[in-house]
């Protein structure tokens, strides 16, 4: 076993500087996207958080099938490449939507163009440099868990730069300004993959100096001719610009296919009679924590819609001499996972022996997400319209929730790993990014409630009429999905301790 001392090859920091432009490029877009709709394009908050939702929701659906062509075809490296020039392609053509966002005719169209080539290319990009970080070592190698801490710094370097750069060039109060905020996504972009082209040979290869990432060998190699994937992505491409047209313009589908592709998933390995019963109760667990896991990021995702909406109109943003750009809350997650993190990990460290069970520690993430809106739920009350509040209010809540995906998140990757059976390890993670892709497209609809102009919103009974109201909602189904978890944990403890 490697000792913890040596140092880490340096392909991990290839990977790190490819993954941390692209969520620059990522999380930049996404900081500007409801803005951009709304204050430039001037369409309103419910069609700016439909757009959201459904954009957000296929970012995670796509990834299933980028992962198929890279596992059988075409290998992490030249997938990485693909699915990188697709997202810069996607980012210039918003970048031109913005040049013309006063003539609706043609900025409607490349809207649309930008938003389906992106989902495109994140599809390739997104499931595959993760996958190769692990790659870089031999198994059973001590400082595995550091590499992926690493690399989770990269994202969120990336996640905390591409907010504040893309606010501070295109957040400035002027319609024209969108574009820069694309057009720094778009060379973000196409730094990731520079870095990748430029040292994937000389780099990227395991612990025995070969090459990792490449195409399998039995696999076709026409299908690997770049004419054949320049069409291929097109039609890729052409498809997502679709499916985005008319989930947002048509019939909003997506929760059908969502919901479709989780009840296949389950017939599929249910029904397998290779698994016992032991393993089905294993999968089981991973289902039910999928399911809660889609109340905590419709709630925490609110961060690039009516949270977006909320830090423009209704906080005090002004510094004296500077106003803070709106855009620029999208970068407290990111800086609050990195400097949170090691004190959480230190948390588990020092419980030893007390230390909660995976399904308990997920459902003090539910809580503290909670906790987070009831936190800003108490800074609106009772304030008047047209007053804003404090810009405390929205900082602690991001805090709040950062803690909350630090309980989450990781700890919910983890329980996948180590209790899907090998023959569905894939299929099962597919389940995961459906879950995901689930919450974000209901972001988007739960985002729509968002209160302005003396409007009543209304969910399942429950009438939203002011900020108050709104923030309480979420409170309420954080809180309550928290509580059942809570009550479940020891029954889902047992079940993955069989």
Known sequence: MASTTQKHPKGLYVLF??????RFNYYGMRAILVLFLTKALLFDKVFASQVYGSYTGLVYLTPLL?????????????????????????????FFCGHFYENGAVAMPLFYIGLGCMIAGNGFFKPNISSMVGQLYRKGDSRIDASYTIFYMGINTGGALGPAICGLVGDTGKSGDFKWAFFAGGVAMLLSVITQMTFQK????????DAIGLAPKDAPKWFQKIPVMVGFLF?????????????????????????????????IIFSDKSLDI??????????????????????????????????????????????????FFQSLNSIFV?????????????????????????????MLLAFGYLWIATGVNGVGTGIKVSMIWLIGMYMMHTFGELCLSPIGLAIFNKLAPIKFASLLMA?????????????GVFSALYPENGKTTSFAGYQITNLHEFFMFFVAMAGTASII??????KLKNLMTQ
């Open 235 to 267: 039609l890729i491409s052409l498809l997502t610009i679709a499916l985005v047209y008319i989930d947002i313009q048509v019939v909003s589908y997506l929760f059908w296919l969502l919901l479709a592709c989780i009840l296949l998933i389950a017939f």
């Open 66 to 94: 980028g992962g198929y062509i890279a596992d059988r075809y075409w290998g992490n490296n030249r997938s990485i490449i693909a699915g990188g020039l697709v997202m810069a392609i996607g980012e210039f053509f918003l």
């Open 338 to 366: 990195v400097t949170l993190a090691p004190l959480v990990a230190w948390i588990w460290i020092k419980l030893g022996k007390r230390e909660p069970s995976s399904p308990f520690k997920m459902a003090m993430g539910l």
């Open 17 to 22: 500087a490819t993954e941390m432009w692209e």
């Open 202 to 209: 000389k780099y990227l290869v395991n612990a025995e100096g």
């Open 485 to 490: 978890l809570f009550f479940i944990s020891k």
């Open 278 to 327: 032991i393993q089905k109760k294993k999968v089981a667990v991973l289902f039910t924590v999928s399911f809660f896991v889609i109340f905590f990021w419709s709630a925490f995702e609110q961060a690039g819609a009516s949270l977006t909406y909320f830090a423009s109109e209704n906080t005090q943003r002004d510094l004296g001499f500077y106003e803070v750009p709106a855009s």
């Open 431 to 443: 389940v995961w990014f459906t879950a995901n892709a689930f919450a974000n497209k209901l972001a």
